[in-house]
């Protein structure tokens, strides 16, 4: 019942934002919103986005990353913090260099990556960037933490988010960074159908962060699917049907909600 491809396991889904935002129970379908097509995760976890005074550090971090260069990397942030202390690009560059260091050093990365967001709180770059290399060495409880400590944080600066080359809404970045997050913790369940202990606690995590969403967003149709979904997986039904109303009362003319209406009206009967 429950399909997905090799391409949007890998990422590589093409649709719009529009076209397809979420899942189908029968043949699934999720999309990637902007974040991931932009680049924020792909490459290097966080981009360097410098004022004019730190660009030479930052082209000379990528060159000796790029090298593998470990002394010259120390060098150069060495420099860089005697230069300008407190930089948050600084920290980003730091960040970098754990994560590029591999596994041995992902308790440096997210500490370095900690202290930025302490004393830059309102860049979601940071947020979401700790939040995806938790995914990447699959600390998925730490992954989840992540995602709600960041909806949490939205919810008290009113959603003003500063995110480097974006000028957008706040909501609306916030809400498709989280969607894509889910996406990486349903691409985690090999097989929903039979689930196993592995899945269930994804399928819990994932439960947790759109329930989060959805209350911090009730219009938020896509974390209500994805709601429903996880009630689904845990073959509570009757409670998967009542989220899925929630969003058609939101928006009826969606026919990714009356498909997986039917669908999962097939699994309860026809009278719910």
């Avoid at 290097?44 to 090298?67: F, N």
């Avoid at 730490?142 to 974006?166: C, K, M």
Wanted: charged share 25%; aromatic share 10%; glycine share 6%.
């Amino acid at each position: 019942i429950y399909e997905i491809s090799r391409a949007q396991r890998a990422g590589d889904t093409r649709k719009s934002y529009s076209q397809d935002n979420t899942f189908h129970m029968k043949h699934l379908t999720i999309c990637c919103s902007f974040l991931r097509r932009g680049g924020l995760l792909a490459g290097l976890i966080l981009a360097l986005t410098l004022p004019a005074a730190g660009q030479g550090y930052e082209s000379r971090v990528a060159e000796a990353l790029e090298s593998r260069d470990i002394a010259r990397q120390r060098a150069i942030l060495a420099e860089w913090e005697k230069a300008v202390p407190g930089d948050v690009e600084l920290y980003i560059a730091r960040y970098n260099y754990y994560i590029n260091r591999g596994d041995q050093q992902s308790d440096s990365a997210i500490a370095c990556i900690d202290e930025a967001i302490a004393l830059y709180p309102a860049r979601l770059d940071l947020w979401f960037g700790k939040a995806y290399y938790l995914g990447q060495i699959g600390r998925w409880d730490a992954f989840a933490d992540a995602i709600v400590a960041t909806l949490d944080h939205s919810e008290a600066i009113g959603h003003r988010w500063q995110f480097p080359n974006y000028d957008g809404d706040g909501e609306a970045i916030v809400t498709e960074g989280v969607q894509d997050y889910m996406v990486d913790l349903f691409s985690q369940i090999d097989n929903p159908e039979h689930l196993t202990a592995a899945d269930s606690a994804m399928a819990l995590r994932l439960r947790r962060i759109a329930k989060r969403t959805a209350q911090l967003f009730p219009s938020n149709v896509q974390a209500l699917n994805f709601l429903a979904f996880s009630y689904t997986l845990l073959g509570d039904y009757s409670k998967a049907l009542r989220f899925l109303k929630r969003a058609e009362a939101i928006d009826p003319d969606d026919p990714v909600i009356r498909q997986n209406i039917a669908d999962l009206r097939e699994r309860v009967g026809a009278g719910h």
